[in-house]
């Protein structure tokens, strides 16, 4: 059975940083497409990045140039560096993972393996 635990996040002020941190469990597909997501209260779930088995990654305008996704496969855990963060930025943050190669990364209802989420608080 595939587990996905987010930590990392909490409160910071506008500029500063956070690393959110997902260990996988139980995921045993050769191939893997996984991507952070993000949902403010009253508002859809929007993907932040994506990674691929082949490295390849993908990103939101809105985060570009501040958030870098990657990947230790030694350690099974996927990594959200969040810089420069801004009030915008506050929502509850999921990791999401899926063995098909989506029809779009940033499709949240591709993904069948999520975590339960971290919150991430920036205040201005």
């Known amino acids: 059975q595939v587990q996905l635990v987010e930590s990392g996040g909490g409160s910071v002020q506008a500029g500063g940083s956070l690393r959110l941190s997902c260990a996988v469990f139980g995921y045993t597909y050769s191939s893997y497409y996984m991507g952070w997501f993000r949902q403010a209260p009253g508002k859809e779930r929007e993907g932040v990045a994506a990674i691929d088995s082949d490295g390849a990654t993908r990103y939101a305008d809105s985060v570009k140039g501040r958030f870098t ?3 230790d496969n030694a350690k099974n855990t996927l990594y959200l560096q969040m810089n420069s963060l801004k009030p915008e930025d506050t929502a509850m943050y ?6 098909r190669r989506p ?22």
């Open 69 to 71: 996704i990657s990947q």
């Open 103 to 124: 029809n779009r990364w940033s499709n949240y209802y591709w993904y069948n393996y999520w975590g339960q989420g971290t919150q991430v608080t920036v205040s201005s």
């Open 94 to 99: 999921y990791c999401a993972a899926d063995f």
